[in-house]
């Protein structure tokens, strides 16, 4: 099955600093996504970003799908970026079974 | 409203127990995901519906057993679980289940089971 790895598993960073964490992926794939889980468990979709880059705010993502990587960018982290950053990806055509990766655990400080 | 919400948001329970966990949604979405999340792993996609039909099952434990009466709802019936069924089960909402659809999840429910 598809192998997704998370780059780096624990971020700690003053508050106002950017940061990117790393998805790499195994196989080619055409859908990938970005959740957040904040510390009380609830979950948030971030980015569906099969490829290219999509910004949203003080986040964006992006997809390189030929080099099989994915960079989501956090810049001025605030307090309530803490959490849990897992991307995930979609097994095969069709499937709904999305492989995540172990997550990046970030931690802002004020 | 992107309000997923779920109950009870705990539950203890013993392995003869019976219980039922519940999802609800008012965004008219149809499709409906159960997954489960153990302490410090990430989420495990267990059952999805699409406009009412279950359409996938993870190769679910029959202990679990999911039931959706309408659109709007969806529960997971629990029976005869086991300790190493502990966790967070989430429960998340999307407009159609089409590959890419932005999930709306609830906050959860934790579950121990002793």
């Known amino acids: 099955g598809i192998q997704v790895e998370q780059s780096p598993p624990d971020l700690i960073l003053q508050e106002g600093a950017n940061s990117t964490l790393r998805c790499n992926f195994s196989d080619s794939v055409n859908n990938l996504q970005w959740f957040h889980q904040n510390p009380w468990g609830q979950l948030i979709n971030l980015f569906y970003?099969?490829?290219g880059t999509k910004q949203n705010g003080r986040l964006s993502a992006t997809t390189v799908a030929t080099e099989r990587y994915s960079l989501l960018y956090i810049s001025s982290s605030q307090t309530t970026d803490s959490g849990v950053y897992f991307c995930a990806v979609y097994s095969g055509a069709g499937s709904y079974q999305l492989t995540f990766g172990k997550g990046t655990k970030l931690s802002v400080i004020p | 409203d992107t309000e997923v919400t779920q109950t009870p948001k705990h539950l203890v329970m013993g392995m003869t127990n019976k219980k039922s966990l519940k999802c609800e949604q008012h965004m008219g979405h149809r499709a409906m995901y159960w997954y489960k999340q153990k302490a410090k792993k990430p989420p495990e996609l267990m059952f999805v519906?699409?406009?009412?039909?279950?359409?996938i099952n993870e190769s679910v434990p029959s202990r679990f057993s999911p039931e959706c009466p309408n659109s709007s709802l969806l529960n997971l019936h629990l029976h005869a679980l086991q300790p190493e069924d502990s966790a967070l089960y989430l429960c998340?909402?999307?407009?159609?289940?089409?590959?890419?659809?932005?999930?709306?999840f609830g906050p959860g429910t934790r579950l121990l089971v002793l």
């Open positions: 998340a909402s999307s407009q159609s289940g089409t590959i890419g659809e932005t999930q709306y």
């Open positions: 970003i099969p490829s």
């Open positions: 519906y699409s406009y009412e039909k279950l359409s």
